[in-house]
């Protein structure tokens, strides 16, 4: 069993940056990969960032060169670096965790999620 508690939303504008982060519960945090996700009113959940047990990395075309993800494993945590920050980012993000996940941007493949962290962009 994992759980995980997101942190680092909050409202800021356009420009900006914010740091994510998710610490994790459970003695085999190095052995799932991880997700971030985010959801905005209307539309589907999707993944913006990934990273695979192996460390390899994942990152929606829309966030590249924009945000970066890292994990920790031995703190069990992962963090989300968001710069640039635009007005569409704006969202509920979650963070995920997935064992054996065959598809990182694939949110049916994740067990785990966090309860969510509401990131506002202003305009």
């Known amino acids: 069993q994992v759980q995980l508690i ?7 504008q356009v420009g900006d940056s914010l740091r994510l982060s998710c610490a ?11 997700g971030w996700f985010r959801q905005a009113p209307g539309k589907e959940r999707e ?10 990395t994942y990152y929606a075309e829309s966030v590249k060169g924009r945000f970066t993800m890292s994990r920790d494993n ?6 989300l670096q968001m710069n640039s920050l635009k007005a569409e980012d704006t969202a509920v993000y979650f963070c ?8 990182v941007a694939r949110s049916y493949d994740y067990h785990y999620w966090g309860q ?6 202003s305009s």
């Open 74 to 79: 031995a703190q069990n945590t992962a963090s």
């Open 47 to 56: 993944c913006v960032a990934a990273v695979r047990s192996s460390g390899s």
């Open 6 to 12: 997101e942190s680092g939303g909050g409202l800021v």
């Open 24 to 34: 994790a519960s459970g003695r085999t945090f190095r052995d799932y990969a991880m």
């Open 116 to 121: 969510g962290t509401q990131v506002t962009v």
């Open 96 to 103: 995920a965790a997935g064992w054996i996940v065959t598809n």
